[in-house]
């Protein structure tokens, strides 16, 4: 129990303690903090140094005066865990430093989120093995649906650092080639075909060098924490330009990120078995020693306010356990090569999506590649999302004053900017 | 003409004035130089003020007392042009400044290089197109060897950053799956088909935001300088993994560049016509205002000291010309989505080849996938790389006292590291 209210079905309990960066207009300085129920506690302030019970209790005080997470998460999971307790002890209820700390309270509603880490290298996977099902059967069929690789190894790409931004940042809808099947000439335009893609990802908390591995074992230890995540991605774009090296342009605009990273700390209780792999036996360096724990239970939403209407409405509703991989097998798979990771690097899930029409990640799902429009409420149908339009992701585990929340992931879509440039229409095929 | 002797056939004449990152056994601290014949001359000494002519020569000097060229390429063309103007000051004969200059400067063969930039992201295109040519004849004949997109737009990918190497670090080979055609199930070994990819590469100076693009008449502004890359490649993993996102962790164990970033103020005198796009008229986005100097006439050359013999022989000679899209072209197609580029990131031209056996810039071309073995000097045949080969990549321009070149970018393969890991063999396929 904390003298801080938890207001009911709020996703920052005790049970959480995520962790973030923040700024005020009173204090600009970006600092990293946490969330009890409506209020920031800024985990930079002195006060913190009080309540934490470490070796090394100076170094992670250090590490918190920074304007990300990297340096403290740099300090592995024991720092992790000695900042949790420390932030239990200090909003307990009867806290001797109960003062203290609610002269530093600030209102979620006073505060600005920040990206919450630096992001060296982000790589999107493709462990959605119902969405990867659901897009498979679009474009080639059932019984070709998967690829031959997709049991065997987390397929996953590189992508695009730089446009990885915190929840609320809105986003620009993207120019681009597009090829229509009637076109013998690509078309240039905005992008017509704008989708979400709902996913989870994992922050990489301790390095490896580059020429070792992270061995499946140890993978859970190189993780930070987990996050919302929306994979922003151009349809019309992707399917003309992805052959054959894999999309590029159609996903480099933006990702969005949640602005809270919630912990393993946090998320453990909720760890269960993810998607049966169709009898492939897995190869050694990716067998998890607890195979029934390797997804997160985790409720996951889609919400749409459509441009120029009031509220928003549940739109999709899927799982994180609807995953073939888990991150820890993520993290194996990429390094298995020798490739070295940075604190902070972001790894995407691959989009999440259940079994039928409203339970996925993506419109190009729900409307089956532009042929079904879908419900977004307000009494609207959108086959792709429009201008003005605005997506919120959720997601949380458990419920009452054990709820695990990721807070929401936001983006609204702004016009396309053209600039000097025009429209293209290139030229139909000949039939 | 310097007081510096610069050797026959030297890479580093005063025409070139390339930037780089140094330090010595006696300064460990990194700091940016430049090269002239065989000596390094340090940026970051307080003696280039004295010659620098710019408004802002404070700033130019500021930024170069950085670990990184960063600092430096973010001031742009101007600050470039002037620290290339004082180099020449400081080191003419007769230079006022001679017997300074002559104190600091240090032999190559005593300074260490060191990544000359920090890179934020890093994309690898595809616009070799008789690489890519040659590629798709191999898989899928000449008649389909292009896909229908490849001359619209210079394809690309994200790349791994965290894995990008200066010239001389070196590369152990990787672990991974393979999954020859006789399997049903993959193998687990270490790779068996490890390549090079002979590729020119351009940094990224001033940056754009998020949502902006940079426009093709403006895309030459952004580019800092060009350096030779090595993009490692392990071709048996690649072919299982890379349906339908691309290529991942065949690419991700390793990218070598060169030391010496060499700027369009040296290499602008040999800009040239690139390779002829088959009749396909670009879209306006994509044109250049002087068509006929997108790429540069450098010569390209692949060199390999096979394990345990001594010299280096020349494998494979081709030109930096053979490319369909200029760096200006790819710089405008990757932000014409809003994409935001950094100061630092690398740009790869893809594999650059010619039409022939020898003029190929990867194994994967003259080797024929894996059917002739290629001659390596030494009275040595190679498929692919062996553990303990050398590869040096060199390129150059122009002659005598006019030349201007990379100097090289050279990597020793080192035997894979199996830690507690197995080989597995797969199920072979049931006939
Ligand atoms: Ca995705
Ligand atoms: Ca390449
Ligand atoms: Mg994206
Ligand atoms: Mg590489
Ligand atoms: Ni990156």
Redesign the interface.
Same mark, same amino acid.
């Not at 298995?336 to 940075?342: D, E, L, S």
């Not at 600039?419 to 025009?422: A, F, Q, V």
């Given at each position: 129990m904390s003298f801080i209210n938890i207001p009911k079905d709020c996703d920052f309990t005790l049970a959480n303690i995520p962790f973030g960066i923040f700024s005020t207009s009173a204090n600009p300085t970006r600092r990293p903090c946490t969330a009890i129920g409506t209020q920031i506690l800024d985990l930079s302030s002195p006060f913190l140094s009080k309540a934490l019970k470490a070796d090394n209790a100076a170094n992670i005080c250090d590490a918190l005066q920074s304007t990300t997470l990297n340096a403290f998460a740099a300090l592995g999971k024991p720092a992790r865990v000695a900042v949790r307790n420390a932030v239990l002890e200090l909003v307990k209820t009867d806290s001797q430093w109960q003062g203290e700390v609610e002269r530093t309270l600030v209102p979620m509603s006073d505060a600005t989120m920040h990206l919450p880490m630096e992001i060296? #290298?982000y *790589?999107d996977f493709?462990a959605g093995l119902n969405h990867a099902f659901n897009i498979g059967t679009l474009f080639r069929g059932p019984a070709n649906a998967l690829?031959?690789?997709y049991t065997? /190894?987390p397929?996953?790409?590189?992508?695009?650092?730089?446009?990885v931004?915190v929840s609320g940042t809105p986003i620009?809808r &993207? /120019?681009?080639?597009t090829?229509p099947p009637t076109n013998s *000439? &690509?078309n240039?335009d905005a992008c017509k075909r704008l989708d979400i893609e709902l996913e989870l990802a994992c922050y990489i908390s301790l390095p490896n060098e +580059?020429? @070792?591995?992270v #061995?499946i074992d140890d993978a859970g230890e190189h993780i930070f924490g987990y996050s919302l995540m929306n994979d922003w991605s151009?349809r019309d774009?992707q399917a003309? @330009? $992805?052959? &054959? /090296?894999? &999309?590029?342009?159609a996903k480099?605009?933006?990702t969005t990120v949640g602005a809270w990273i919630v912990t393993d700390e946090a998320l453990g209780g909720f760890r269960t078995r993810g998607l049966d792999g169709r009898g492939? =036996?897995l190869?050694? $360096?990716l067998k998890e020693k607890d195979e029934g724990k390797g997804v997160f239970d985790v409720t996951l939403d889609v919400f749409v306010k459509p441009n120029g209407k009031e509220g928003f409405s549940k739109v999709f509703a899927t799982n994180a356990k609807n995953l073939l991989f888990s991150f820890s097998q993520m993290v194996a798979?990429?390094t =298995? *090569?020798?490739?070295? +990771?940075?604190t902070g #690097?972001l790894l995407g899930s691959g989009t999440i999506s259940g079994t039928d029409k409203t339970s996925v990640g993506s419109f190009l799902e729900a409307n089956k590649n532009g042929k079904e429009e879908v419900d977004v409420g307000s009494g609207v149908g959108r086959m792709w999302l429009e201008d003005g339009d605005e997506v919120v992701l959720r997601g949380y585990a458990g419920d009452g004053d054990k709820r695990v929340g990721f807070g929401e992931c936001a983006g609204v879509i702004?016009p396309a900017?053209w600039?000097?440039? @025009?429209r293209?229409q290139g030229q139909a095929k000949q039939v």
């Open positions: 060296g #290298d *790589t493709y690829q031959p690789n065997h /190894l397929v996953g790409y590189h992508g695009r650092a730089s446009t931004v620009r &993207p /120019l681009g080639q090829c *000439t &690509p240039f +580059m020429g @070792e591995r #061995d151009a774009v003309w @330009e $992805y052959v &054959p /090296l894999g &999309p590029f342009n480099n605009f933006g492939t =036996v190869l050694p $360096y798979h990429h =298995v *090569t020798g490739c070295a +990771m940075r #690097d702004l900017k600039g000097r440039l @025009e293209v």
